[in-house]
Every structure is written in structure tokens, then in C-alpha cells.
């Protein structure tokens, strides 16, 4: 089975929808992670999640809500989302945060087109 | 703060040839180095890693040292395939993961 999964793997919305995207991990880690991947840019980290809190939100416009109600399960939910916003969005889970010898996994991403 | 440098690319090469992408890194302490690989349509998989100096990680033919005196974690091949062509990102973790900005390698049949 898959160690990171994540639905849908693509996604077409307009400005004005209400969508969510959903990552879950069967690999029994306690961190996670969003990140947004778009053209001819470095990955950005968008928040990251270590026991179910938040520990980080670089600085994220407030249309991209994450939560993380349980350390399995990564959602981000996504409102009144401009063109700019398309971009592969990419999960990622590793045993906890802080620790020096910790491997990010990866989930296959979402590909998000905002019309 | 930490940061990786990565060569951008593209890169582009003939089957069989030799290939190094070079990764330096700056961070406080003492951290552990990746490089992962995304094929077209993919997230990012791990490639290798290597968790204290002088370690060699390697996997499907790739090859990268820990090497603390230069700051570095060159990734080698020493015969590259078309299916290798991917994006290749070189990470470091300390207290927090950082990415390289990838590099794309493209293998000519």
C-alpha cells in the first residue's frame, strides 16, 4: 500500500468554489506537511503540522485553511482561489519534526487549475 | 538560516554518459542530506541519504557523499538511462527540511 496517498489528483475549480484537498499516511509518522510546487519555482513549504498542531505557516494567504484533525489525515481547504494559485500540491509526512535523521515522504500531489 | 544550492539545469545528456548534479549546503550543526527524484506527473520520491559525514548513500546506481569539509553531497552516476530523466532535488534537514530548487535531466536515446 501506498505510504502517502492523496485525492483527487486533479482538481479544476473556479474563483468562487469551496473545495478540499485530502492527504492521508499509513506509515505511522506524526509530522506533516503542505507544499505548493508550481512552474519554474522551488518547492515551497506552505504549513507543517507535529502532533496535530500547527508549527508553521509561512506566511500563507488565509484562502488555504489546513487541518489536521488527527496525525493520519492532512486537509487543505481551499476558498475564493485566484489563477496564480494552479499548481501541483504536494503532502508529506516524516516521523516528527526537529529530529536531524528524519526522511520526508511524499505523496503523488494534486494538480489544481484555478479558472 | 539553512539553504541548499543545487545546479538548475537543465541538463541534458546522451544514454550511457557520465552524470554529476552538484549540492552544497549551508546550516548550523550537523545535518542529514537527501536527494529525491520526481518523474514526470509524480511527487517526490527519496533517492538516498546520507546522515553524518564521509556517509555514501546510494541506490538504483546513484551515488552521493557526505563530504563536511566542502559543504557538499554531489549526486553521480556513472551510466544514465532515458528513464532516468526527472527532476532531481537535494535536501537538508537540521531543524527543518530545505529544498534545492531541482535540477531537470533530460537522457537522449
Known amino acids: 500500500e501506498t505510504g502517502v496517498t492523496q485525492t483527487p489528483r486533479h482538481l479544476v475549480m473556479g474563483m468562487t468554489n469551496k473545495k478540499s484537498l485530502k492527504c492521508e499516511q499509513h506509515?505511522?509518522?506524526?509530522?506533516m506537511y503542505w507544499y505548493k510546487q508550481s512552474a519554474k519555482k522551488p518547492l515551497e513549504l506552505m504549513f507543517v503540522?507535529?502532533?496535530?498542531?500547527?508549527?508553521e505557516n509561512n506566511s500563507v494567504p488565509s484562502r488555504f485553511s489546513p487541518e489536521c484533525p488527527n496525525s493520519s489525515h492532512l486537509f487543505l481547504h481551499l476558498h475564493t482561489l485566484q489563477p496564480e494559485d494552479s499548481a501541483l500540491y504536494l503532502c508529506?509526512?516524516?516521523?516528527?519534526?526537529?529530529?536531524?535523521?528524519?526522511?520526508?515522504?511524499f505523496g503523488p500531489g494534486t494538480r489544481l487549475t484555478v479558472l | 538560516g539553512d539553504s541548499v544550492t543545487q545546479m538548475e539545469g537543465p541538463v541534458t545528456l546522451s544514454e550511457e554518459a557520465f552524470l554529476t548534479i552538484n549540492c552544497t549546503y549551508t546550516?548550523?550543526?550537523?545535518?542529514?542530506l537527501f536527494w529525491y527524484v520526481q518523474y514526470p506527473g509524480e511527487g517526490l520520491q527519496l533517492l538516498l541519504k546520507?546522515?553524518?559525514?564521509?556517509d555514501k548513500g546510494s541506490n538504483k546506481g546513484f551515488e552521493a557523499t557526505y563530504r563536511k569539509e566542502t559543504t557538499s553531497f554531489h549526486l553521480e552516476k556513472g551510466s544514465v538511462q532515458v528513464s532516468d530523466s526527472a527532476v532531481y532535488f537535494c535536501?537538508?534537514?537540521?531543524?527543518?527540511?530545505?529544498f534545492g530548487p531541482g535540477t531537470r535531466l533530460s537522457v537522449l536515446p
Open positions: 506509515l505511522g509518522h506524526n509530522a
Open positions: 546550516a548550523t550543526g550537523y545535518p542529514s
Open positions: 508529506a509526512s516524516s516521523l516528527e519534526t526537529g529530529r536531524s535523521t528524519d526522511t520526508q515522504y
Open positions: 503540522y507535529n502532533f496535530k498542531e500547527q508549527t
Open positions: 546520507a546522515t553524518k559525514a564521509d
Open positions: 535536501a537538508s534537514v537540521g531543524q527543518n527540511f530545505v
